[in-house]
């Protein structure tokens, strides 16, 4: 084994139809210095046996079974386990394109992150490809260029954990929230870049995503979800404060704060407040919503499009008792 050997942490619940699809991408690598640690969260389907299967063939690849704890909890297991100098993330459902392991771990040098690029498939037909700009590597004093040529509208490439190496040592305690299942990845990928001192971007693309329609996600409005948004928002906002403190002038991140934090989520909050009455959206919850858009400087009433004015212009007022009024009497129709 190389001094890049690389630990590939796969967390697995209920996959069978696509499990054997991603392991097979990984054992046809012709980089061949890693490990496989597969991490079985519980499923109830055929995926543990498949596990133990490739596990029993190859022992480059370990299974470990655990009771159901959600996809934070395994990943957190499988890095508890990890024992290579890099850390790479792969979801049962996605795939390695080929050779995709040799080309970029050909280009790393002590890194504490290193980004590639990805393929997204819709229904199995290759679609959106997402790279950095380039091959080149940042130190601590240029990490405000990566960001700055980086940072792109969804924010694609910075945060989502796919494609991605980390430095083992340099995640120090940073692990997953296990508790939510939705936009755990997004905080620790944000969280790493917020203290990492040195990343290199590989243009050629590594993995492929599987996008697909009964994945999670779908559900924005239940109780359930608004209970997971409470739990992330004030994480996710602390974490893009966090980057912005260390790139003060850089717009792009400042961007992400008025596209994701304000037009997506806050005004998804507006919305679910204007359309029916739960006990998670109060008075008091909507004042901090208030406060949470008051720090984007360059909010106007159009800046989301006619659909959002209305919660814009209530906002605009400034009188949170007020708007809890309409909001009320709105969600009776």
């Known amino acids: 084994m190389n001094k890049n050997r690389l630990s590939i ?3 697995v619940y209920n996959a069978e139809s696509y499990l054997a699809r991603c392991l097979d991408s990984i054992f046809e690598q012709s980089f061949t210095s890693y490990e496989v640690i597969l991490v079985d969260d519980g499923s109830t389907d055929s995926s543990p ?4 299967r490739y596990s029993s063939t190859d022992p480059r690849f370990r299974t470990v079974h655990k009771k159901n704890g959600g996809v934070g909890s395994a990943r957190n297991a499988g890095m508890n386990l990890a024992k290579g100098e890099y850390v790479m993330f792969v979801d049962a459902d996605d795939a390695l394109l ?3 392991l040799e080309s970029v771990m050909e280009q ?7 980004v590639g690029g990805y393929t997204a498939f819709f229904g199995g037909i290759p679609g959106r490809e997402v790279h950095p700009s380039g091959d080149r590597t940042y ?7 990566f960001f700055q040529t980086n940072v792109r509208r969804g924010n694609d490439l910075i945060e989502v954990p796919w494609a991605k190496l980390f430095r083992r040592k340099a995640l120090g305690d940073l692990c997953f929230r296990e508790d939510l299942n939705y936009g755990e990845d997004r905080l620790f990928v944000l969280n790493f870049l917020a203290s990492c001192t040195s990343l290199r971007t590989c243009s050629v693309a590594v993995y492929a995503y599987h996008n697909r329609p009964d994945s999670l996600g779908g559900d924005i409005v239940s109780d359930c979800h608004l209970m997971q948004m409470r739990r992330f928002l004030p994480s996710y906002i602390d974490a893009l404060q966090s980057l912005i403190e260390r790139c003060p002038a850089n717009a792009k991140l400042a961007s992400i704060y008025h596209r994701e934090v304000v037009g997506k989520y806050c005004c998804r909050l507006l919305k679910v407040f ?4 739960t006990s998670l959206l109060d008075k008091a919850y909507l004042g901090w919503v208030y406060d949470v858009m008051s720090q984007d400087k360059s909010l106007g009433i159009m800046s989301f499009g006619l659909k959002n004015i209305f919660n814009i212009l209530l906002y605009r007022m400034g009188n949170i008792r007020f708007s809890i009024r309409m909001y009320k009497i709105i969600s009776l129709f």
């Open 139 to 145: 130190g601590s004093g240029s990490i405000d260029s």
């Open 98 to 100: 080929p050779d995709a």
């Open 49 to 52: 046996l498949i596990c133990d």
């Open 9 to 11: 942490i796969i967390p």
């Open 108 to 114: 790393v040098t002590g890194e504490d992150l290193v």
């Open 274 to 277: 204007s359309s029916r009455r």
